[in-house]
């Protein structure tokens, strides 16, 4: 019989930056429920990627001296870069999509194309606030206190000639979608979309642009890019080949099962998306989820604030299991959750270590003890069990109802449940107890053999949250292939009578609380101080030999009236005649500490002048951002360097 399939993406993210914890949770949750359906016996198709293009990227590119290509390269493909990610974080993905691949990029050409013909899209001007980090045009009603309502910052006036797609035309259908019951979930952010969104008005939304050029061009109309948030949105069906030859299973995956997305981005998923498709004559996705943020003290994590949480670094120091499953059952998915490094520690102690570490290493130590590592075949079942049988039997269904309604953390709570109730039962049934008698082997026989059911199950459970570590530790317990199966996974009895079990490495060590925190934080001071800009593209060596470099002593310095940044060197370089530099740096150095110091300097800069005052090169400095603020450090030479000497 041929499998159902099931169809799950996560949001292509942003490759403007490097990727933080907050996007990792997002993906570890998508890849938890592909493997959850997998282990059901699905046939899942589940998407990841990258929205490379937008204004955003085209600046950030322009200011690391860098092609906006170059750019998305090194943050998606380069070292440590999103690629990595994924693969250190185990994220099963069956397809990766950046929206630079070329057969992405013909797609929504002719996507724009077909809405275009459909009379969809029309061509008129655009006049209104726009923010740039978002990429949205606003309405004078949507802005809130006159910023951005998504968030919070500036926004300019815009006016350009522009395309438009005709949302108005889709609001009723999109509200019936809404309405119809389970297209958006939680249920609560219905509501919102409708009243903030629907309710007020839906007008038609501008769909290129004219101002940048980092985008996919409008074929039929040179110097349009199309609107990044089509480019993207339409990732979902392009990566399943539609109107395109690269891949052919549009028909056998879409609609989606399920669009994964942060609750920031519910209204372009929920609003725009199933109009866009409407307009195409595309079936509608199935649902769209829409998640909570990990915020830290209740607030965004950003660079800016310098309070951004490096998934590396927590992987590296706890295991990518251990984190995957504090992000899983930490935080109920629909709502924010406040993440810190206390908590992931108390969880890793409490969970892994106490609760299901103690019941792996004890069960497998007592079956290696007492029976050689073999079970014997007699059975002496009592009613002292019959609370831990049928737990073994149930759990499954309040666990999956659970992760089919998208909530993994309430999901793992059942099997916790469980291992608690199976260390429980070591505590009433006293195997060391039974086993000072030989009269006591079969009963402690039917000891051992439900403590390994409960294991087992609840390891088949954990395992699209700790794959590795769960294969390892059904390894220990003698699980077979059937014995790890979704069928059997209900089903008391399974294992052989005579399992072998074998005692293996500690799974989850006990964390020391302080340490690991103080730790954490130096890795994370060391994480931030490697996290340097990547390197530019290339440079010839006549390019190079062009800027003149070289030694020069401070002979002056002094604070330049009425500019809290700027100081006035005077410098000898060794031409005899004295060179006056101005140089931003007095929040870092006061005069009097440069006075009579060698420093290095690029000469041959144009002259420039700042406060009134004339500049003729600039003096040269390591400069890094820490917890969210610049840092400088003059490049100060050893005394004994000759002043003139050249850079090479
Ligand atoms: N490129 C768009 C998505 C286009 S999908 C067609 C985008 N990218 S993003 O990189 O800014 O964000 C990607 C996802 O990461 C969003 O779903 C967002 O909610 C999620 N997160 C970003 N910060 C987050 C947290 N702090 N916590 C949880 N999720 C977070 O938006």
Not at 160 to 167: Q, V
Not at 334 to 346: A, K, M, P, W
Request: charged share 25%; aromatic share 10%; net charge negative.
């Amino acid at each position: 019989m041929e499998k159902k399939t099931f169809y799950i993406t996560t949001p292509i993210y942003y490759p403007s930056d490097k990727l933080h914890i907050g996007h990792a949770y997002c993906t570890v949750a998508t890849d938890t429920i592909a493997r959850y359906k997998r282990l059901c016996g699905y046939d899942v198709m589940f998407l990841t990627g990258t929205d490379e293009h937008g204004q955003k990227i085209e600046e950030k590119a322009k200011a690391a001296g860098m092609t906006p290509q170059q750019f998305v390269d090194n943050i998606v493909t380069g070292e440590k870069g999103i690629l990595d990610l994924w693969k250190l974080m185990n994220i099963s993905n069956d397809r990766f999509i950046r929206t630079t691949d070329p057969y992405h990029v013909k797609s929504i050409q002719r996507i724009f194309k077909k809405m275009y013909d459909k009379g969809d899209i029309y061509k008129g001007a655009y006049k209104g606030m726009y923010c740039t980090p978002c990429e949205s045009f606003w309405t004078e009603s949507q802005l809130v206190d006159g910023k951005c309502p998504d968030c919070g910052r500036e926004v300019h006036y815009a006016e350009e000639e522009a395309y438009f797609f005709r949302l108005s035309k889709y609001a009723k259908p999109v509200q019936d979608l809404l309405e119809s019951g389970t297209f958006l979930e939680p249920a609560s952010r219905v509501n919102e979309m409708i009243n903030n969104f629907i309710k007020p008005g839906l007008e038609d939304l501008c769909v290129s642009r004219t101002s940048f050029s980092w985008g996919i061009p409008v074929d039929f109309d040179p110097g349009h890019v199309v609107y990044v948030w089509v480019d993207a949105l339409s990732n979902y069906i392009t990566a399943l080949g539609y109107l395109n030859d690269e891949y052919d299973d549009f028909e056998k995956y879409w609609p989606a099962d399920v669009h994964v997305v942060g609750k920031e981005i519910v209204r372009f998923h929920s609003i725009i998306w199933p109009a866009m498709l409407m307009s195409l004559d595309v079936p509608v996705p199935k649902k769209v989820y829409g998640h909570g943020w990990l915020v830290i003290d209740g607030g965004k994590m950003s660079k800016s604030k310098g309070n951004v949480v490096d998934p590396y670094v927590l992987a590296e120091k706890f295991g990518v299991d251990a984190l995957r499953f504090f992000l899983m059952r930490t935080f109920p998915f629909g709502s924010d959750g406040n993440f810190s490094n206390e908590l992931l520690i108390n969880t890793i102690n409490i969970d892994l270590a106490n609760d299901l570490g103690n019941l792996v290493s004890r069960t497998t130590a007592m079956v290696e003890k007492y029976f050689g590592g073999r079970l014997i075949a007699d059975r002496c079942p009592d009613d002292a069990d019959s609370e831990l049988v049928e737990m073994i039997k149930t759990t499954k269904d309040s666990y999956a109802k659970h992760m089919d309604e998208m909530h993994p953390s309430f999901a793992l709570e059942e099997v916790f449940k469980l291992i608690q109730r199976a260390n429980k039962y070591i505590d009433e049934t006293q195997p060391w107890v039974l086993a000072k008698d030989e009269a006591n082997k079969a009963r402690l026989a039917s000891v051992m053999y439900n403590l390994l059911e409960a294991l087992r199950v609840s390891l088949v459970m954990l395992s699209p949250v700790m794959p590795e570590s769960c294969a390892k530790a059904l390894d220990m317990i003698g699980a077979d292939d059937d014995a790890r199966s979704w069928d059997n996974c209900g089903r008391y009895g399974v294992l052989s009578e005579t399992v072998s079990v074998v005692k293996g490495e500690t799974l989850f060590p006990r964390l020391d609380a302080e340490k690991a925190i103080a730790e954490l934080e130096a890795m994370n001071a060391k994480a931030v101080a490697n996290d340097s800009k990547p390197v530019l593209p290339d440079v010839t060596i006549d390019e190079f030999a062009k800027c003149d470099m070289r030694v020069v002593k401070i002979l002056e310095c002094e604070a330049v009236p009425k500019s809290e940044k700027l100081l006035r060197f005077t410098l000898d370089d060794g031409s005899g005649k004295p060179r006056q530099i101005l140089s931003g740096i007095h929040k870092f150095y006061e005069p009097e500490d440069l006075i009579g110091k060698k420093v290095a300097a690029i000469l041959n800069l144009p002259s420039r002048k700042m406060m009134g005052l004339e500049s003729n090169g600039m003096l040269l400095s390591a400069v890094i951002e820490k917890d969210g603020k610049e840092d400088l450090h003059l490049m100060i030479v050893s005394d004994d360097t000759p002043v003139g000497a050249q850079l090479c």
